[in-house]
C-alpha cells in the first residue's frame, strides 16, 4: 500500500491524522483476543479440576459472553456522554480487575466465584469492543472504514494465538496430568491438594495477566487521543434513535448475522478439545496429552484465522464485502460437513480449516451493518456487541449435544458440528443480501 493511500486510511478531510490512536486503541483488540482465547481451554480444564460434565463447564461461555450482552448498552450510552477513550479506559480498568478476582476466588475453592470474575472481566471486554470497534470506524474516511476495521482486527487473532499459548503452557502443561477417571478414584483429602493445586496454577496465570492490563491501563490514560469523527455528547434520545436502527434492514439483519457469528466461532474454537481428544486417545495417548495436541490443532486454526484476516483485508480492496461474506461462510458449511460424517483426523482437519473462513466476518458484518447510521453507530455498536450473546447461549446447545456420547450409533461429538453449519448458512444469506440488494 503507498504512503498516500495510508493515510487516506487514517487521516480526515479537516487534516486531524489518527495514526498514532489507531495503533494503540488496536493493542486493545489483541488484549481481548488474548481473554477470549486463554478462556475457551478453560471450559475443559474447569470441567476435570471440579469433576463437571461439559455442560456444566461450558457455564463459563454462559457467563463470558453473557457480560458482554449485560454491559453493552451502559458502555455504548458512557461512550455517547464521554468519549471513547472514556470507554476504553473503564473496560481496561474493568478486564484488569477482574483478572485479579481470580486469586480470592481460588482461596474458595469453589467455581461460582470464578464464574463471577469473568463476569466482571467480560464486563471490561464489552466496554472495550463497544468503544474501540466504532472508534477505529470513525478514525478517517467513511469509504474506506470496513477496510480500517478488518486491519485492526487482523491483531485480534495475534492476541488469540498469545491466550492460546499462555493456555497450553501456563496452565494445561502445569496442571495435574491425572485424568477425569484418575481424579474421580482419589479420596477426598487428595482430590482437594490437587484440586487446589491446579486452581492456583490457573489463577495466578489470570493474576499475571490482570498486572499487565492494569500497566496498559496508565499507558491509555496519559496519552492524548482525539474524540473521533462522530463523537459528541449529544441528545441521547436512546428510543428515537433504537427506532431508526431497527428500521434499517442492513442493521437489523446484521445483529442476528453477529448473534450466529459469535456462536460459531465459539463452538468451533471451544469444543475441538472435545473433537480431538478421542480421536487421539484412540491412537493410544493418554487423556492430557490428547487435549494438549488438540489444543495445539487449535493454535493451528487460529494461525490459518490470522493469516487469513490479512489476506481478506487485502481481497476487500477488489472483492464486494457482502460477495466474500458469502462465499467464505458456504466453504465453511462444506468443511463442517467434513467435520460432521469424518473419522479421525481428517475431520478435525477440516475443524481447523473452518478458521480460515471465520476470518473476516466479525468485522464486515460489524461495518456492514453500521454503514450510514452516523452518530447512531454508538447505540448500534451496542447491538452488535450485544449480540455476541450467541456465544453464551449456541455453545451450552452443543455440550448438550457432546454429553449425550452418541446419537444414533454417531459420536455426539461430530454431529454437534451441524449448529455451527447452521449459524453460517445465516452468514452466507446476510452476505449475499448485501451484496444484491440495497438497503
Request: with cysteine; glycine share 8%.
Amino acid at each position: 500500500m503507498s504512503a498516500k493511500n495510508n493515510t487516506s486510511l487514517f487521516k480526515t478531510s479537516a487534516g486531524i491524522n489518527y495514526l498514532i490512536p489507531f495503533i494503540l486503541v488496536t493493542s486493545c483488540f489483541a488484549l481481548w483476543g488474548f481473554a477470549n482465547d486463554l478462556t475457551h481451554p478453560m471450559v475443559k480444564a474447569f470441567s476435570k479440576i471440579f469433576q463437571m460434565s461439559v455442560t456444566e463447564g461450558a457455564l463459563i461461555q454462559v457467563t463470558f459472553y453473557g457480560g458482554y450482552f449485560a454491559m453493552a448498552l451502559p458502555a455504548a450510552l458512557f461512550v455517547r456522554k464521554f468519549s471513547y477513550k472514556s470507554g476504553i479506559v473503564l473496560g481496561l480498568g474493568l478486564y484488569a480487575l477482574g483478572a485479579l478476582l481470580f486469586v480470592p476466588a481460588c482461596h474458595t475453592g469453589s467455581y461460582y466465584p470464578f464464574l463471577a470474575a469473568y463476569f466482571v472481566l467480560t464486563c471490561g471486554l464489552s466496554f472495550l469492543e463497544t468503544s474501540a470497534n466504532p472508534y477505529i470506524l470513525s478514525m478517517g474516511p467513511s469509504e474506506t472504514a470496513t477496510q480500517r476495521l478488518n486491519l485492526a482486527q487482523a491483531f485480534n487473532p495475534i492476541g488469540s494465538l498469545m491466550g492460546m499459548f499462555a493456555a497450553i503452557y501456563f496452565i494445561q502443561a502445569r496442571i495435574s496430568p491425572l485424568s477425569t477417571e484418575e481424579r474421580a478414584l482419589l479420596d477426598p483429602a487428595q482430590y482437594e491438594a490437587v484440586k487446589n493445586s491446579d486452581l492456583t496454577i490457573l489463577s495466578n496465570t489470570y493474576a499475571e495477566l490482570g498486572l499487565v492490563i492494569a500497566v496498559i491501563f496508565v499507558l491509555v490514560l496519559l496519552v492524548r487521543m482525539p474524540k473521533g469523527e462522530s463523537a459528541d455528547s449529544g441528545d441521547l434520545r436512546i428510543s428515537a434513535t433504537f427506532g431508526r436502527l431497527f428500521r434499517n434492514p442492513r442493521y437489523r439483519e446484521g445483529v442476528i448475522a453477529q448473534f450466529f457469528y459469535v456462536g460459531a466461532q465459539v463452538m468451533c474454537w471451544t469444543f475441538i478439545i472435545q473433537y480431538g481428544t478421542p480421536v487421539f486417545m484412540a491412537e493410544g495417548m493418554t487423556e492430557q496429552a490428547a487435549e494438549v495436541l488438540s489444543q495445539k490443532y487449535n493454535i493451528a486454526a487460529m494461525v490459518f484465522f490470522c493469516a487469513s484476516r490479512f489476506i481478506c483485508t487485502y481481497l476487500l480492496r477488489y472483492i464486494n464485502p457482502g460477495k466474500l461474506l458469502s462465499l467464505l461462510a458456504v466453504v465453511a458449511c462444506a468443511l463442517l460437513a467434513g467435520v460432521v460424517f469424518s473419522d479421525g483426523r481428517f475431520g478435525l482437519y477440516c475443524l481447523v480449516l473452518v478458521s480460515a473462513c471465520m476470518s473476516l466476518m466479525f468485522p464486515t458484518i460489524y461495518g456492514m451493518a453500521l454503514e450510514g447510521t452516523g452518530d447512531d453507530a454508538k447505540i448500534g455498536a451496542a447491538g452488535l456487541i450485544m449480540a455476541i450473546l450467541g456465544g453464551s447461549i449456541l455453545p451450552p446447545v452443543q455440550a448438550g449435544i457432546i454429553d449425550l456420547g452418541t446419537i444414533a450409533g454417531f459420536p455426539a461429538v461430530n454431529l454437534s458440528y451441524f449448529l455451527p453449519m447452521i449459524c453460517f448458512v445465516v452468514i452466507a444469506v446476510y452476505g449475499y443480501r448485501n451484496k444484491v440488494k440495497r438497503y
